[in-house]
């Protein structure tokens, strides 16, 4: 069984422990070092989103001796344990895609029979926006959009380094630091693969944000992730579940109903495809920050990583992905320039990821943060004439890269920032 055994915060220095037992009788403790505000806490408000990470960030050691079987000491009602075993099944379908699991072998969380889980707290006097921010393309063009409502922002960090594009943000920035038991996960000898990290990040953000008295949390993520890359049975495996659509629903459900109805957390940029957030980049940010941001995990985002100055890597599916984004709305001379100087269209290496990436002669999409392949086939489409083309013929497509949902959360708020 894997035991969810205990979790801690110490209000003095801010710092929170998250204790569990693996299958395997591992222990692990992971710690995050939180920002101490001038403003007295609500208790109960944080040790309810403390329970929530508690949960999330068990993915990360659950994942080294996975077991359908679970001990946690607090009881759930039918909506959590649902919610918890979304997390742990479809959160983790990539996990168990490359490990050879089905979903019978993932997580099953109980609800405990006539439970009436206590109702949500009210926050009514919290006001202000954290903006969570990585230094890539999304979380920049929000910063900037939002820069008039003088948003915090918060980076989470692995390591003692940090994107030092973030100090031109102009606002607040402040530095959450979490510490993954890495030696254990060694020790334990387990699977490895990835966690829905999303969920985990928004998670520590809401913590942050009880903290500072803040009532929102800006996320950073278009239209996508719905576009699953296989199934193991009825079970999809998709790379970033945390970032689809009914994801944040269920999150922010599980917020309201739980923690606070005052609470928000999303996306500003969710009614937009990734293609017209890259338009919006180039019209927004380009000139600020277009040779200073990255969305290569590879070069800069792998844990302990020295990321103070992003870079690419050039080499893998994100940045080809960035690539056929950007091909429509700058020049191939400026973005060849963060490749050094080399066209990605024209490197052998990258033939079979763009063929994932673009649906061509059955290679498997990437498992990685990246486009629909109809949008990506747009996107190619459009690239202007300065880009050499692929050395194969990519379909044409439909897709209708400017078509804005209008049914997501805070997109008016951001159609009025636009309007400005």
């Not at 959450?176 to 699977?191: A, C, P, T, W, Y």
């Not at 890259?278 to 990583?305: D, I, M, P």
Request: glycine share 6%; hydrophobic share 35%; net charge negative.
């Amino acid at each position: 069984m894997f035991h969810f055994k205990s979790y801690e915060f110490d209000y003095d220095t801010t710092l929170a422990k998250f204790n569990y037992e693996g299958a395997d009788g591992t222990a692990f403790t992971e710690t995050i070092q939180f920002i101490k505000a001038k403003q007295e806490t609500n208790h109960e408000l944080l040790d309810r989103a403390l329970f929530l990470s508690f949960i999330l960030i068990g993915t990360s050691y659950y994942k080294s001796h996975p077991t359908k079987s679970i001990v946690l000491n607090t009881p759930l009602d039918s909506f959590q344990a649902n919610f918890f075993n979304t997390v742990y099944q479809e959160g983790l379908s990539q996990y168990a895609f490359e490990n050879h699991l089905t979903r019978d072998d993932l997580a099953h969380f109980q609800a405990q029979d006539n439970y009436a889980a206590p109702k949500a707290l009210l926050a009514t006097d919290y006001a202000g926006i954290l903006s969570l921010q990585s230094g890539g393309k999304d979380s920049l063009l929000t910063a900037t959009l939002y820069q008039k409502l003088n948003p915090r922002f918060l980076y989470v960090s692995s390591s003692e380094h940090y994107p030092q594009i973030l100090n031109e943000l102009g606002g607040g920035l402040q530095i959450v630091h979490r510490k993954i038991d890495v030696e254990h996960l060694r020790q334990s000898n387990g699977l490895n693969g990835h966690v829905p990290i999303t969920y985990i990040i928004q998670s520590l953000a809401l913590i942050q944000a009880i903290l500072n008295h803040d009532s929102a949390v800006l996320t950073s993520i278009g239209q996508e992730g719905n576009e699953a890359h296989a199934y193991i049975d009825n079970l999809p495996v998709n790379h970033q579940w945390s970032k689809t659509w009914p994801a944040e629903q269920s999150f922010a459900e599980y917020v309201h109903r739980y923690i606070s109805p005052d609470l928000n957390v999303g996306s500003p940029l969710r009614g937009f495809s990734e293609l017209k957030i890259a338009e919006l980049f180039v019209q927004q940010c380009w000139k600020k920050y277009g040779l200073k941001f990255s969305s290569c995990n590879v070069a800069n985002y792998r844990q302990h990583s020295d990321n103070h100055r992003l870079d690419w890597c050039g080499e893998c599916a994100k940045c080809a992905n960035t690539y056929l984004l950007f091909a429509p709305f700058v020049p191939a001379s400026d973005l060849d320039s963060l490749f050094d100087n080399h066209s990605l269209f024209t490197k052998p290496q990258l033939a079979d990821t763009f063929k994932g990436l673009l649906g061509i002669d059955g290679f498997m999409k990437p498992f990685e943060c990246i486009g629909e392949i109809d949008e990506l086939r747009q996107a190619y489409h459009m690239k202007q004439p300065s880009y050499p083309d692929l050395p194969f013929p990519v379909p044409k497509s439909s897709f209708d890269y400017e078509k804005v949902s209008t049914t997501q959360p805070f997109i008016k708020t951001l159609d009025l920032q636009l309007k400005d």
